[in-house]
Every structure is written in C-alpha cells, then in structure tokens.
C-alpha cells in the first residue's frame, strides 16, 4: 500500500509520539497471524537503528497497525495524536487498495 503518502502527512514533532503508540498497539495486538514476515523485519531492522520516526520506518508501522489492530489505529491517529489529515490520508488509501 502507499504508506509512504500516509507518511508525507504527518508532522516531525509528532513521528516520535505516534512511532510510540504503534509499537505499543502492535505489540497487544491478538492478530499477530496477520503480520507478514517481511514487514515485521522492516520493523525491527529500522528499530534496531533506531529509524522507526523516519518515512520507510513509519510507514512499516502504520502498515502494520492497520493489518494488526485498524480501530486501534485509526483512534491513535483521530482521538489521541489529532492528525485528522492523516487518518482521512489512511481512509483514502485503504479505499484504493480495495478497488
């Protein structure tokens, strides 16, 4: 999916916040099954370097909150960050990615 344009929407003081959160929720999450292996080493490759708030990094995390936990995340993004623009950003892709 095009997270890449997810990323492009969201503010650098908020990277650190939101990278955060989503290691937290994917981490809970019951749906672990739905993680693919290359994903979770995109993830730990850009933890490990500590590049997780960076575009590649952040778009691995959005990609697998969405997979893991989409509700979670979409409340991570509307409710508790206030990035409006990048949850609307998410919807759009997601309607593409249907089609």
């Not at 672990?32 to 590649?56: F, S």
């Not at 993004?77 to 990035?83: M, T, V």
């Amino acid at each position: 999916m095009a997270y890449h344009k997810v990323v492009e929407t969201i503010p650098l003081e908020k990277r650190e916040e939101l990278s955060d959160k989503l290691i937290d929720a994917i981490l809970v999450s019951k749906n672990e099954d739905k993680m693919p292996i290359l994903l979770a080493n995109t993830i730990l490759y850009h933890w490990q370097r500590g590049l997780l708030t960076g575009d590649v990094g952040l778009a691995a995390l959005l990609e697998a909150g969405i997979l893991l936990d989409p509700d979670k995340t979409m409340e991570i993004l509307e409710k508790e960050l206030q990035l409006i623009n990048t949850a609307k950003t998410v919807k759009e892709v997601l309607v593409k990615a249907e089609k």
